[in-house]
């Protein structure tokens, strides 16, 4: 049996922002990050591998609030957070 696990956290944006692989500009705001990992059986110690990063967007469609999920690479999303924060790239923060 596979054992995995789950974790969220909430990552904000002070900007519109771009990710790779997407043509869409997403809005600044809070964004739900969802990780899950499953156990890698076959070491002598307890590890695990991620398996999933999704990020949940919520969308606004046909006048009703709709729940976006889009599978990302956490480096990508590492990355847009970084050029979010950096004041080089928003220097009127």
């Known amino acids: ?5 789950t974790t969220q956290k ?3 944006f002070e ?3 771009h990710l790779k692989g997407f043509k869409d500009l997403f809005p600044a705001g809070s964004y739900m990050v969802e990780t899950t990992e499953k156990m890698i059986e076959s070491l002598s110690f307890t590890a695990y591998r991620r398996v999933a990063t999704d ?3 919520k969308a606004k469609l046909n006048g009703m609030m709709v729940d976006r999920i889009l ?4 480096i990508d999303l590492d990355f847009a957070l970084a050029q979010d924060a950096d004041p080089k790239r ?3 923060a």
């Open 1 to 5: 049996m596979t054992d995995a696990r």
């Open 10 to 12: 909430t990552v904000t």
């Open 15 to 17: 900007h519109p922002f």
């Open 55 to 57: 990020l949940h967007l």
């Open 71 to 74: 599978n990302v690479a956490p």
């Open 90 to 92: 928003h220097p009127e």
